[in-house]
């Protein structure tokens, strides 16, 4: 069960994606940019990306994997956490 504490501070992704694995399954957490949706500005995302193993992210067909985001806020990853372990189960 991946947990919260498990994915870092949420400082660590201002400059780095975070890649782990529970059981078969591997993830990615990073931060994304997206138009506000005034399309004025820009706001910053939590994705998370989640594949089966035993491949990593680069060499692992897009089809395979699965997206979801949330706002980049320690919320944000606690609602990221809970996406991917209702995912692995």
């Known amino acids: 069960m991946i947990k919260r504490k498990d994915l870092l501070a949420l400082s660590f992704y201002e ?17 994304i940019t997206q138009k506000t949706a005034d399309g004025d500005g ?18 692992t067909d897009e089809e395979k994997k699965q997206r979801h ?5 320690n919320e944000g990853l606690e ?9 692995c189960s």
Not at 42 to 59: M, Y
Not at 69 to 73: H, M, W
């Open 15 to 31: 400059k780095s994606p975070f890649t782990g694995s529970e059981g078969p399954m591997n993830y990615r957490v990073e931060k």
């Open 42 to 59: 820009e706001e910053k995302l939590l994705q998370a990306t989640i594949w089966p193993g035993p491949l990593c992210f680069s060499l």
């Open 69 to 73: 985001t949330a706002p980049f806020s």
């Open 79 to 87: 609602m990221l956490a809970e996406w991917m372990n209702e995912m």
